[in-house]
Structures are given as structure tokens and as C-alpha cells.
């Protein structure tokens, strides 16, 4: 009787801790996305500037038709936002976590690399 007293409560504080099923397909979208090196390589270059579809191809050496696949996938994600500046669309961050996600998954890999 304890026992099921105890997994019903293991039962309950996991649904109250694992989010629902809409949003955990959301975050591993947003995961899935995060997952592509071509999407990550412009994630890192828009955290250090705001740029063009024409700057990111340049820079990445990439076409500009796959720069703007690429960054249609991230826009409906809203992990990138793009400003109109004349006949350009200039894209940035939506938002500094992005980055910083990055960052945390860096930090990790080079901890499991020194180990």
C-alpha cells in the first residue's frame, strides 16, 4: 500500500513537471532546428551583428536561396526577426537565449571532452 502511495505521487509530481504535449513539441522544434550546423552558423553570426540574406550568404560562404530557407525555418520558430531597410530585410536574434543556449551546450561539450 505504500509503495503505490509513493509511485502515485512520483506519478503526480511528473505531470506536474514535464510540460504538456504541445509545448514539448515546440521546444524539440525549436531543438531540431538548433540541431542543423547551416541554421547554427547563422544563429552565431546574427548574435554578432544584424545582417542581410546577401551579408549572411557572403560571410558563410552559402547560396543566398539556402540563407533564406534557412532563416524561413528559424523565423517560424521566432528564433529570428527581420527589420525592412530599403529593398534589404535585415535579420537578428529574436532574443539573447538563443545564444545562450549555445553557449550552455558549448560549455558541456567541453566538459565531457576533458573527461
Known amino acids: ?47 554578432v551583428s544584424k545582417l ?18 534557412q532563416l524561413t525555418v528559424l523565423k517560424q520558430l521566432k528564433l529570428v526577426v527581420g527589420t525592412r531597410s530599403g529593398r534589404n530585410v535585415h535579420y537578428q536574434l529574436a532574443d539573447k537565449h538563443i545564444i545562450r543556449i549555445f553557449q550552455q551546450v558549448a560549455a558541456h561539450a567541453e566538459e565531457a571532452a576533458d573527461e
Open 52 to 69: 542581410s540574406v546577401g551579408e549572411l550568404a557572403t560571410g558563410l560562404t552559402l547560396t543566398q536561396s539556402n540563407v533564406s530557407h
Open 1 to 47: 500500500m505504500e509503495n503505490e502511495m509513493q509511485h502515485d505521487a512520483i506519478v503526480s509530481r511528473l505531470n506536474e513537471l514535464i510540460p504538456p504535449t504541445n509545448e514539448l513539441n515546440r521546444i524539440t522544434a525549436i531543438f531540431k532546428a538548433l540541431g542543423d550546423p547551416t541554421r547554427a552558423r547563422i544563429l552565431y553570426a546574427l548574435a
